[in-house]
């Protein structure tokens, strides 16, 4: 399985446009130990010639063109076969609205999330030109199923959705009520030939037992990365909402995920999702040395890796 980051920023991206926090101040000034980053996605193949997104960032369009293999080969083309959602935030899902060319897409997603994006939005109409222009084939939790090419062929690849601890998207909260277990999903990837897998949890709330088994399946894995702490807006004087409060679990509190995927037999790991004040952004940090001692990474733009089943590659 080939992977791609696409983006590895949180919504907002890094730099953000109405930030000046000083991670934000340091990437403007091109200060060489923090890189500007775009909101997260991912690209993933079994063959590097058919690719699916996982997420569509608001920078899809910026993010394909960084990435010969996401070219067209043809006048009318995209190697591009399916989109992966795995919340209705709108920034895994804005991008959706920007592959609107009368472009057939397939765009894999629960049912909760299908709702909360295509009802009383007028905008989905841009998506609807012709019959068959998206077409929603459907994650069911917990149920694995083949990843189609647009002729109806089996990709070698295989999704499942797992819930996650997590929330509605915050535009649709007061519409969709309580929490579903829908409404935020981790993604398993299996490539069926070479046995390789990634776990794809860009959002999580909470750490539990549930998320260490789902994730342990896999042999790399990309999880929620988007704060170091539990208060770091309102300490910076940016906002009023703690991590718990956004529903993503902090890496560094006694909590945090560091502490909880310690021992995790998951070989390779990624913080992915990375909100711009977080200090694991700024590669000289105490911070960034603490991710890397506990065998993380921190994800960035451009990186690649090919998983071939036996281990780290
Ligand atoms: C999140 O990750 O919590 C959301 O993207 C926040 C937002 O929609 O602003
Ligand atoms: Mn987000
Ligand atoms: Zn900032």
Redesign the pocket.
């Known amino acids: 399985m080939r992977v791609r980051v696409l983006g590895s920023a ?3 991206g890094f730099p953000q446009w109405n930030c000046g926090c000083p991670n934000c101040v340091s990437v403007r000034a091109g200060d060489p130990r923090v890189l500007a980053r775009t909101q997260e996605s991912v690209a993933v193949s079994a063959d590097g010639e058919r690719w699916f997104l996982l997420n569509a960032s608001p920078e899809v369009r910026s993010q394909i063109e960084s990435f010969p293999a996401l070219h067209p080969r043809g006048p009318r083309h995209s190697p591009i076969a399916g989109i992966l959602l795995t919340n209705g ?4 899902c804005l991008g959706l609205l920007s592959l609107r060319e009368s472009h057939r897409l397939n765009v894999y997603a629960t049912a909760r999330l299908r709702h909360g994006f295509t009802e009383n939005n007028v905008l989905y109409g841009t998506l609807q030109r012709f019959p068959g222009h998206t077409n929603w084939p459907g994650l069911a939790l917990g149920e694995e199923r083949e990843l189609h090419l647009d002729e109806g062929q089996p990709s070698g690849l295989t999704v499942e959705a797992v819930p996650l601890p997590g929330q509605a ?3 649709l909260k007061a519409r969709l009520g309580a929490p579903h277990p829908e409404d935020n999903v981790g993604l398993i990837l299996r490539d069926q030939q070479r046995g390789a897998s990634l776990a794809y949890f860009p ?1 999580c709330a909470r750490v539990t037992p549930a998320v260490l088994e789902a994730a342990g399946q896999a042999q790399c894995l990309f999880f929620d990365g ?1 704060f170091w702490s539990e208060d770091e807006l309102i300490a910076l004087g940016l906002g009023e909402r703690s991590a718990s409060d ?3 679990v902090p890496i560094g509190s006694p909590t945090g995920s560091l502490a909880a995927f310690a021992g995790s037999p998951v070989p390779l790991r990624f913080f992915i ?1 990375i909100n711009n004040t977080n200090p694991i952004l700024r590669e000289d940090s105490e911070q960034a040395r603490q991710v890397q001692r506990a065998g993380w990474s921190v994800a960035r733009d451009g990186l690649e890796l090919t998983l071939d089943g036996k281990g780290p590659a």
């Open positions: 949180a919504g907002g935030d709108l920034d895994h998207p915050l535009h959002g988007t956004m529903a993503h999702h």
